[in-house]
């Protein structure tokens, strides 16, 4: 906790100064008296003890906590290693379980992808923890994420970069980094990432498994560290589409915590995700309708070899007797402005602990390791965060209004898309526009970070937006891109791309069903994009 003592005439002179406010002549005493009450009163609750749920150590003991050593850890996509057992019987039994470095599992070191602190092991369990426990999943460490979970590479972890399961020196995706590449090399049956701007589902792409951003609000997010509570998502990252059902009907519900979860069924009502995959296997699929998006599948940053694996699964859904149309949503293309605006705005400010408004549990003790910032710190939080934290401060001051206007044009997107699921069953379109590029180089200043996978994001964040269910399959393989591929051995090198598919408001179970389907009508490894 910071060092507290009685406010001085200094501080009531900066307060002012930060408004931009002038004491008027002979005010500055009864300035000074009612700072000193404000004082007192943040005094009186920082010295009564915080308010948290008990996690249930007797039950689930925590044991063999470590941090692995680096030739046990050649990915680095652990973060911390740990073993905690479930109920002996339950949905998830006999499968292992990794969690993103952002979800806190009390007793176990939290890093949040960062050196820039250290210290910090949580005292309790985020809701989707105590889930996985309870449908007896076998929890067996945290998975590397970006620094301060923030970037869609893979590059920022402080263990060195994240690798792709399918080539060294090539990216998984970010921001839940380790959860992509431990679970696409069957390092851990499943995971929980979280997914702010599409980092669920990039590296899910990336490293060939399948990744559900579920609806906003249907997985509780009480426990784990956020980025903007408009936009925070936790969600299912797993090797089949069943998996992924599994893991999220023991995880989904409301928690009575988390206000995101407007909307949200109770946890003992939330659908039978995998008994309804199972059985949708036995019914016919003619009838149902798809649409794939223009906007999204003819952006100019979309590779070819992408394009057509997309439109190949298209046809597939067409060999299964579905209608597939070309849609169009022209507002989508403006879906990396108003990503931009929304995350630099909001998580910018929450990194300095400006967090308001919300009725869930706060991590208050993370905040007291963090705070307050210093040029060490920034210079370990590598160029997404500080260059984010300048964008944060810059805008706020010269466009106070353009996070607001960014939130409203954002609903006027989500409404387009609630119009297109009165006809369609689906929305699909390509989940990245490229495949995964080489880590970014070390010498790289922000500009590089910046500029190094153009586009990476721009078409998963358009759902962190809308709220609407968005799940990656992957459907081929693609040769790399990039200036930095030049020889015959990096042109045969073959890299995950996935397709991403999106539904209507809490029907996650359709669009499983839709991918299940898919997966199962071809194996993803025999097709390959022409060159």
């Not at 078409?459 to 040769?479: E, R, W």
Request: hydrophobic share 35%; net charge negative.
């Amino acid at each position: 906790m910071p060092t507290t003592g009685p406010v001085t005439p200094a501080e009531v002179a900066e307060a002012a100064q930060r408004l931009g406010f002038t004491i008027p002549y002979g005010h500055e005493e009864e300035y000074l008296a009612l700072l000193a009450k404000t004082d007192a009163q943040c005094q009186l609750i920082l010295d009564t003890p915080d308010y948290k749920p008990s996690p249930r150590l007797d039950e689930y003991p925590r044991k063999d906590i470590h941090l692995p050593e680096a030739d046990a850890n050649e990915s680095r996509g652990w973060a911390w290693r740990c073993d905690i057992g479930g109920d002996k019987n339950g949905l998830l039994g006999g499968k292992t379980v990794v969690f993103k470095d952002t979800v806190c599992v009390a007793g176990v070191p939290l890093l949040f992808g960062t050196d820039a602190f250290d210290g910090y092991v949580p005292d309790v369990d985020a809701t989707v923890v105590s889930r996985v426990l309870q449908n007896g999943g076998r929890i067996i460490g945290k998975a590397a994420c970006e620094n301060f979970s923030h970037g869609a590479t893979s590059s920022s972890s402080p263990f060195g970069p994240v690798e792709n399961p399918y080539a060294k020196g090539f990216t998984t995706g970010g921001s839940s980094s380790g959860c992509g590449t431990l679970v696409g090399s069957g390092q851990a049956d499943m995971a929980i990432g979280g997914d702010q701007g599409g980092s669920i589902r990039i590296p899910a792409t990336f490293c060939g498994i399948v990744g559900l951003k579920p609806t906003f609000g249907l997985v509780p997010y009480t426990g784990v560290l956020t980025s903007d509570a408009g936009i925070d998502h936790v969600g299912p990252m797993c090797p089949t589409v069943l998996d992924c059902a599994t893991l999220l009907e023991a995880v989904a519900g409301y928690d009575g915590l988390d206000d995101r979860q407007l909307g949200a069924p109770e946890y003992d009502k939330i659908p039978r995700y995998r008994s309804l995959l199972l059985e949708a296997r036995s019914q016919p699929l003619q009838g149902k309708r798809i649409g794939i998006l223009k906007e999204a599948i003819e952006g100019k940053l979309v590779a070819s070899s992408v394009r057509s694996l997309v439109e190949l699964a298209a046809d597939r859904f067409k060999n299964l007797g579905i209608q597939v149309d070309e849609v169009s949503i022209p507002m989508f293309t403006l879906t990396p402005a108003l990503s931009h605006i929304i995350n630099k705005l909001a998580s910018g400010g929450t990194r300095q602990g400006r967090q308001v408004g919300r009725r869930g549990l706060y991590l208050n003790d993370y905040w007291d390791h963090l705070l307050p910032w210093d040029q060490d710190k920034y210079d370990k939080a590598k160029y997404f965060v500080t260059g984010t934290a300048m964008s944060c401060e810059y805008a706020w001051l010269k466009y106070p209004t353009a996070y607001g206007r960014a939130m409203n044009l954002s609903r006027k997107l989500k409404d387009d898309f609630d119009e297109l699921f009165k006809q369609y069953d689906a929305i699909i379109m390509p989940t990245c526009p490229q495949p995964p590029r080489r880590h970014i180089p070390a010498h790289a200043g922000p500009l590089g970070w910046a500029d190094h996978a153009p586009g990476t994001a721009s078409i998963t964040a358009a759902f962190n937006l809308t709220g609407h269910p968005a799940l990656t399959i992957p459907v081929g393989f693609a040769p790399p891109m990039g200036d930095d591929i030049q020889t015959p051995d990096d042109l045969a090198i073959r890299l995950p791309v996935g397709m991403m598919i999106v539904g209507k408001m809490f029907d996650e179970s359709k669009i499983m069903v839709l991918a299940d389907a898919l997966e199962r009508s071809a194996g993803w490894k025999d097709i390959v994009a022409s060159e």
